[in-house]
């Protein structure tokens, strides 16, 4: 029987990386960031590590060389993140369409599916011209067309919470508590 490498080992689900899933808009980045601090844990944003590694803004990227590829280095840098240290990562609303993205987050994090009514997330994301899959649509059709592939992958997620339009504090305790109840649940 050959040894088993540590990066195969199974990870405790307390001790694995917290990966918030869900639409672009709904708070993942501003809520992960004080879900860290809650819990005493780094944060990353995948969208800012992917910009670091590239050099290059996200809509650079999408502008310059395409979406396929900027799916592809996320999927790299999601892999460096998921192999690190814990930490609560904020990742970015088509993360989940990567199959082996999903195989990683499976084996090495507690998803959270940061859910949201389509409405409130349109609202919030016209507030910015930076997101490279809405320029020159209506956000709202935009979210639903994406909303309709990405939400049976969200719907997997370990944990489900409602942000809706409560506070980004609200959230985090929401968060907070279902992650211990899905801790105080989880076998392995």
């Known amino acids: 029987m050959s040894p088993v490498a540590i990066d195969d080992a199974p ?3 307390h001790e694995r990386t917290i990966a918030l899933v869900g639409l672009m808009g709904v708070g993942k980045s501003t809520v992960g960031r004080r879900l860290a601090k809650r819990l ?29 590829e900027f799916r592809a280095g996320e ?14 990562l904020a990742t970015g609303g088509g993360a989940v369409l990567n199959p082996e993205t999903r195989a990683e987050l499976k084996a090495r994090a507690v998803t959270v599916w940061m859910r949201a009514d389509l409405e409130t997330v349109a609202s919030r994301v ?4 930076t997101r490279p899959l809405l320029r020159g649509r209506d956000p709202l059709e935009a979210l639903r067309a994406m909303a309709e592939v990405r939400y049976p992958f969200y719907a997997c997620a370990d944990v489900v919470v409602d942000v809706a339009s409560g506070a980004h504090a609200e959230a985090v305790e929401c968060i907070v508590r279902a992650l211990e109840a899905y801790w105080a649940e989880a076998v392995v």
């Open 11 to 13: 990870i405790p689900v």
């Open 40 to 68: 005493g844990l780094p944060f990353a944003d995948g969208d800012i590590e992917i910009e670091a590694a590239a050099a290059m803004t996200v809509s650079e990227i999408f502008a310059q060389l395409g979406e396929a």
């Open 75 to 88: 999927a790299r840098v999601l892999k460096r993140l998921l192999h690190a240290p814990r930490m609560v």
């Open 126 to 129: 016209q507030r910015r011209d």
